[in-house]
C-alpha cells in the first residue's frame, strides 16, 4: 500500500508541477543572517540623523503669507465659516424683506404715475385687486363721493349704478 504523502505528491506533479518545486524549495520566506541586529542599527541612525534641524527651504513671500491661513483651508473650519455665512446672509435678507416700504415713499412714486395710465391700468387689472383695495381708489378719484359717509343701502345702490354704467365686456371681465 502506498502512502498518503506519495499520493499527494505524485496528485500535485500531475497537476502543476511549478508548486512541487516551491514546496521542495520550502516556505520561500528567508530573513537574512544578523537581519534584527541591522535593522536596530539602521533605524537609530535615521532617526539620530533627521533630530538634526533641517535648513530652511527657500520659501516664498505667497508661501509664507498663507501658511497661518492653511488651518482656516481645513474642512471643519471651512464648512464653520461657510455655515456662519450663510446664516449672516439668510438673516439680512429676512430683515430685508420683513421692513415694509414707508408710505410717503409709496405715496412719492404713486404720485409721479399719469392718472390715465393708473386707471388703464387698473382697469386691464382688475380682477387681481380686493373690494378693500378698490373702494379705496375709488374714494380717491376726484369726482367720487367718499364712501366712508355712504351707509350699506347707499353703497349697494352705487355699485349697482356702477355695473348699470359698464358694458358687457368689462362685465365679462370681472367674472
Given at each position: 500500500m502506498k502512502r498518503p504523502?506519495?499520493?499527494?505528491?505524485?496528485?500535485?506533479?500531475?497537476?502543476?508541477?511549478?508548486?512541487?518545486?516551491?514546496?521542495?524549495?520550502?516556505?520561500?520566506?528567508?530573513l537574512p543572517e544578523d537581519y534584527f541586529q541591522r535593522m536596530q542599527k539602521e533605524v537609530l541612525e535615521k532617526v539620530q540623523g533627521n533630530s538634526q534641524i533641517a535648513p530652511d527651504k527657500n520659501i516664498g513671500w505667497l508661501d509664507r503669507f498663507f501658511e497661518p491661513l492653511?488651518?482656516?483651508?481645513?474642512?471643519?473650519?471651512?464648512?464653520?465659516?461657510?455655515?456662519?455665512?450663510?446664516?449672516?446672509?439668510?438673516?439680512?435678507?429676512?430683515?430685508?424683506?420683513?421692513?415694509?416700504?414707508?408710505?410717503s415713499e409709496l405715496s412719492a412714486e404713486l404720485a409721479k404715475l399719469d392718472p390715465e395710465s393708473l386707471n388703464a391700468y387698473i382697469q386691464a387689472n382688475f380682477h387681481e385687486f380686493d373690494t378693500e383695495t378698490l373702494l379705496e381708489f375709488a374714494s380717491n378719484q376726484e369726482n367720487q363721493p367718499s364712501f366712508e359717509d355712504l351707509t350699506p343701502e347707499d353703497l349697494d345702490q352705487y355699485l349697482d349704478d356702477v355695473i348699470q354704467e359698464m358694458d358687457a365686456e368689462a362685465l365679462k371681465e370681472l367674472l
Open positions: 504523502d506519495e499520493d499527494i505528491r505524485k496528485e500535485l506533479e500531475e497537476l502543476s508541477p511549478h508548486l512541487l518545486k516551491l514546496k521542495e524549495q520550502g516556505d520561500g520566506f528567508r492653511q488651518l482656516l483651508f481645513q474642512p471643519r473650519w471651512a464648512l464653520g465659516f461657510a455655515t456662519i455665512a450663510l446664516l449672516i446672509t439668510l438673516g439680512a435678507v429676512w430683515l430685508y424683506q420683513s421692513q415694509p416700504v414707508a408710505e
